[in-house]
Nanobody, 127 residues
Framework: QVQLVESGGGLVQAGESLRLFCAAS????????MGWFRQAPGKDREFVST????????YYADSVKGRFTITRDNAKNTVSLQMNRLKPEETAVYYC????????????????????WGQGIQVTVSS
C-alpha cells in the first residue's frame, strides 16, 4: 500500500520561507514523478511543481518559478519543496502526489493523472 506523508507546513509572514517534505512508502516511482499541488478554499486544486524520478526534470507553475525549488532523494524516497518569498495568496492546503508512469509532459500538470495523494498540509501566509 502506497502512503505519502507531508510535513513542514505552518504559519509564516509574507516574504518568509517554508520547506515542505513528502515521504513515500510502499513503492518507488522509477518511471513516474512526484510533486505538489495546492488548494485554497473555494478554488480548484492547482499544480505547483513536480520532479520526474528518473529523468531529474523539474516543472513549475509560472507563479512560483524563481521562488520555489523541488528536489528529491531517491535513496530515501522523499521529495521536498523549498518555498521562498511566500505571498498571502499562496495560503492553501498543499498536497504531495505521485504519478506511476508519465507519457507526456502535459500529464504532469493535471491532478487527475496522479495515482496517489497525501492527506495535505496547511500553509498559511499572513500579510
Amino acid at each position: 500500500q502506497v502512503q505519502l506523508v507531508e510535513s513542514g507546513g505552518g504559519l509564516v509572514q509574507a516574504g518568509e520561507s517554508l520547506r515542505l517534505f513528502c515521504a513515500a512508502s510502499g513503492r518507488t516511482f522509477s518511471r513516474g514523478a512526484m510533486g505538489w499541488f495546492r488548494q485554497a478554499p473555494g478554488k480548484d486544486r492547482e499544480f505547483v511543481s513536480t520532479i520526474t524520478w528518473s529523468g531529474d526534470n523539474t516543472y513549475y507553475a509560472d507563479s512560483v518559478k524563481g521562488r520555489f525549488t523541488i528536489t528529491r532523494d531517491n535513496a530515501k524516497n522523499t521529495v521536498s519543496l523549498q518555498m521562498n518569498r511566500l505571498k498571502p495568496e499562496e495560503t492553501a492546503v498543499y498536497y504531495c502526489a505521485a504519478l506511476e508512469t508519465y507519457y507526456s509532459e502535459s500529464n504532469l500538470y493535471k491532478p487527475i493523472k496522479y495515482n496517489y495523494w497525501g492527506q495535505g498540509i496547511q500553509v498559511t501566509v499572513s500579510s
